[in-house]
């Protein structure tokens, strides 16, 4: 199983991005697909998570801001970001917790994509 994540970049403040993460490999079903993000000397913080149901939670910080969504078919979680400021500056990461094929049985993981950067200048 690998998750790709892409979409980072550089905007202005007030701006908007969109990061997708596409999860392949002999794949099972996905439960949880959150978004976190890891800003220059911080810990690691959970930015957005969506269940397999779609129920949604969100940091307070980028509550009314941020959006997650999800499309199962595809296997792909979305992250879209408006009313973006510096602070979002970090590099983002989606995170899945899959369940897969492994020779004649089902076995899950827990798995981390690659990271995008996310720069916001003020």
């Known amino acids: 199983v690998q998750l790709q994540a892409s979409g980072g970049g550089l905007v202005q403040a007030g701006g908007s991005l969109r990061l997708s993460c596409a999860a392949s490999?002999?794949?099972?079903?996905?439960?949880?697909m959150d978004w976190y993000r890891q800003a220059p000397g911080k810990e690691r913080e959970l930015v957005a998570a969506?269940?397999?149901?779609?129920?949604?939670n969100y940091a307070d910080s980028v509550k009314g801001r941020f959006t997650i969504s999800r499309d199962n078919a595809k296997n792909m979680v979305y992250l879209q970001m408006n009313s973006l400021k510096p602070e979002d500056t970090a590099v983002y990461y989606c995170?899945?917790?899959?369940?897969?094929?492994?020779?004649?049985?089902?076995?899950?993981?827990?798995?981390w994509g690659q990271g995008t950067q996310v720069t916001v200048s003020s």
């Open positions: 490999g002999s794949i099972f079903s996905i439960n949880a």
């Open positions: 995170n899945a917790v899959v369940t897969f094929y492994s020779g004649s049985y089902l076995n899950s993981g827990d798995y």
């Open positions: 969506i269940t397999s149901g779609g129920s949604t």
